[in-house]
């Protein structure tokens, strides 16, 4: 969500509702899904926590990308648009608003 409203569990749209991991892995057999071993992630989700939360879980991805095995020279993150705003903040933009939001199916490129 962004910004974070103060009770962010009474603001959650139907867009912000949790998918079960085994629907995405099914749904998605060719894409390789990380952290299925951290169960907060899958049940409680990254779009609800608060900014530190999020630096600390958003750091933790970004650095997995970007040591990723050789000859894997892309990911794709595939998240809410609040959440890849909080992502653009997180690798350095400033001043960004919802006017920023990527909008329905937007993609946003960064090179690591």
Known sequence: MFPMPPDA?????RCDWLYPLEQIEYNHSDFTIM?????????LGINTTDDDAFTNLGSRLISRIKNQATGTNRAFVIAHDGTITSYRILLGETRLT??????EAGWYSVNL
């Open 35 to 43: 952290d299925t071993d951290d169960l907060y992630l899958w049940t």
């Open 98 to 103: 919802r006017a920023d939001f990527l909008g």
């Open 9 to 13: 569990e009474s603001n959650v749209l």
